[in-house]
Nanobody
Framework: VQLQASGGGLVQAGGSLRLSCAVS????????MAWYRQAPGKQRELVARFTDSGNTEYADSAKGRFTIERDNTKNTVYLQMNSLKPEDTAIYSC?????????WGQGTLVTVSS
């Protein structure tokens, strides 16, 4: 199983980006799909995730600005990020589990300039 994150880049404050996490190597649905981020000098933190019931949860910093979505036909999870702020600058990684085993994507860098 591989998770391939993409879509990062440089954007001005107030702009938007859409991150993608493509899952390959399995035809089965991944569980616990989530996006995390790690800013320079800080610990990795959860940004958004799907709960076991299929609902979504967001970090307080992401509420109202970010949306996690999934397209099961493409085996891809997205993170739509709007109204970006300089403090959103970080490496964003996707995470999922399959049969209880965790998998991580390689991360994609998001840089928000002021």
């Amino acid at each position: 199983v591989q998770l391939q994150a993409s879509g990062g880049g440089l954007v001005q404050a107030g702009g938007s980006l859409r991150l993608s996490c493509a899952v390959s190597g399995t035809v089965f649905r991944m569980n616990d799909m989530a996006w995390y981020r790690q800013a320079p000098g800080k610990q990795r933190e959860l940004v958004a995730r799907f709960t076991d019931s299929g609902n979504t949860e967001y970090a307080d910093s992401a509420k109202g600005r970010f949306t996690i979505e999934r397209d099961n036909t493409k085996n891809t999870v997205y993170l739509q990020m709007n109204s970006l702020k300089p403090e959103d600058t970080a490496i964003y990684s996707c995470h999922g589990t399959r049969l209880g085993k965790p998998y991580w994507g390689q991360g994609t860098l998001v840089t928000v300039s002021s």
